[in-house]
């Protein structure tokens, strides 16, 4: 089998029941979805820290889950969905873990920090990107999964307390934005 089949020099990808461009709203989407699957990747790979690396590997599996998804030529909600609300339940508990094994913010924080943080940093952004990049095509097309809208803001609040975990984890101080207010005080610990 040859990795190149030559169907795409024309400007058009294949997706399940069809062809569309590739600079269609869905397939944008689907290659931002691969974007941030390589920078989780990237990350992992930057991590000494069993415990998010495993996590990361479960959120890898669960990406491509929101391509399959969403890799129909008509979103509808008939078609078999591979993405549940189990994982966004999962995405929540562990946010709500990594929070306590982080020290207290009061403020917006700069994205970076060690190595591995940065990458986090950078799933985060790719994650919001891919959350209005499926807005932008639920409005232009129609209906798909539900919830893998949650799923992805769920998924972007994960990695920016994994990245913070992470520069715990490494003894890297998180650095506040210092012309900013206090807006984290719900994020107070109890003394």
């Given at each position: 089998m040859k990795i190149y089949t030559k169907q795409g020099d024309k400007g058009k990808t294949s997706i399940i029941g069809g062809r569309l461009p590739k600079h269609d709203s869905q397939i944008e989407l689907l290659g931002t979805i691969d974007e941030l699957n390589s920078f989780v990747g990237l990350a992992r790979a930057e991590l000494a820290y069993p415990e998010l690396e495993h996590e990361l590997l479960k959120i890898q599996h669960e990406l491509f889950d929101c391509g399959s998804d969403l890799s129909y030529i008509q979103l509808d909600n008939n078609q078999d969905k591979k993405l549940t609300d189990e994982e966004t339940s999962w995405l929540e508990k562990r946010v709500d873990d990594w929070m306590d094994k982080t020290p207290p913010?009061?403020?917006?924080?700069?994205?970076?920090?060690?190595?591995?943080?940065?990458?986090?940093?950078?799933?985060?952004?790719?994650?919001?990107?891919?959350?209005?990049?499926?807005?932008?095509?639920?409005?232009?097309?129609?209906?798909?999964?539900?919830?893998?809208?949650?799923?992805?803001?769920?998924?972007s609040d994960y990695f920016f307390v994994a990245a913070r975990a992470a520069n715990a984890h490494h003894s890297t101080s998180d650095i506040e934005y210092i012309r900013g207010a206090d807006v984290f005080r719900f994020y107070e610990k109890e003394e």
């Open positions: 913010i009061k403020r917006f924080i700069l994205p970076g920090g060690s190595k591995a943080a940065s990458t986090l940093h950078i799933c985060r952004t790719m994650a919001r990107k891919a959350e209005r990049q499926l807005t932008k095509c639920l409005d232009e097309k129609g209906v798909a999964n539900p919830i893998i809208q949650k799923y992805l803001n769920r998924l």
